[in-house]
T-cell receptor, first 115, second 118 residues
Framework: NAGVTQTPKFRVLKTGQSMTLLCAQD?????MYWYRQDPGMGLRLIHY???????AKGEVPDGYNVSRLKKQNFLLGLESAAPSQTSVYFC??????????????FGPGTRLTVT | AQKVTQAQTEISVVEKEDVTLDCVYE???????LFWYKQPPSGELVFLIR??????QNEISGRYSWNFQKSTSSFNFTITASQVVDSAVYFC???????????????FGTGTRLTIIP
């Protein structure tokens, strides 16, 4: 099992450019998440999905869009990148059991720099 | 709203010393889950432990131990006989399992950077 994989690992964008980050998991998890990690701020939730075809906003959703067309994939899009979106982006997935909260499995991260 | 506070930004100890990382949380729910994750210099996030709000027993796993106290809303993490490989950023996190769908959102603390000096 590869677990959670992210593509690409590194990317440099110019202000105003767009890009899509791909997250894939092979654990058949229902839940998937996108976080950003900035120095001194821990991880903050951008968007998440509780199943194929569903998405929801997290703590810091502005400037990002997501899609979950297939259960195993969760895409994060930046339509018009801004320097404030320079960050390390982590994808995660977890199983779902009613009334429980499972541990999240994280991908290796994508380091994005917007100049 | 839920909140996790890790007041210790950075800690340095000499190898073989014991060290405790503090975590204080806030939540309105009676059912919730607490987690610790490790982020070594390589950058990945490694799951260490999950604890639900109904289980206040302390847990020990090798050199690692966790002390959960609902009365003080704390979930502290102790490393005994620290080693250089323990150097990492450690995150405490909280999830409220209110809905029928289980885990939806994980709130992280800002992390504690632990450096073990050889």
């Amino acid at each position: 099992n590869a677990g959670v994989t992210q593509t690409p690992k590194f990317r440099v964008l110019k202000t105003g450019q767009s890009m899509t980050l791909l997250c894939a998991q092979d654990m058949n998890h229902e839940y998937m998440y996108w976080y950003r990690q900035d120095p001194g701020m821990g991880l903050r939730l951008i968007h998440y999905s509780v199943g194929e075809g569903t998405t929801a906003k997290g703590e810091v959703p502005d400037g990002y869009n997501v899609s979950r067309l297939k259960k195993q994939n969760f895409l994060l899009g930046l339509e018009s990148a801004a320097p404030s979106q320079t960050s390390v982006y982590f994808c995660a997935s977890s199983y779902s059991t009613p009334g429980e909260s499972g541990e999240q499995y994280f991908g290796p991260g994508t380091r994005l720099t917007v100049t | 709203a839920q909140k996790v506070t890790q007041a210790q930004t950075e800690i340095s100890v000499v190898e073989k010393e014991d060290v405790t990382l503090d975590c204080v949380y806030e939540t309105r729910d009676t059912t919730y889950y607490l987690f610790w994750y490790k982020q070594p210099p390589s950058g990945e996030l490694v799951f260490l432990i999950r604890r639900n709000s109904f289980d206040e027993q302390n847990e020990i796993s090798g050199r690692y131990s966790w002390n959960f106290q609902k009365s003080t809303s704390s979930f502290n993490f102790t490393i005994t006989a620290s080693q250089v490989v323990d150097s990492a950023v450690y995150f405490c996190a909280l999830s409220e399992a209110r809905s029928n769908f289980g885990n939806e959102k994980l709130t992280f603390g800002t992390g504690t950077r632990l450096t073990i000096i050889p």
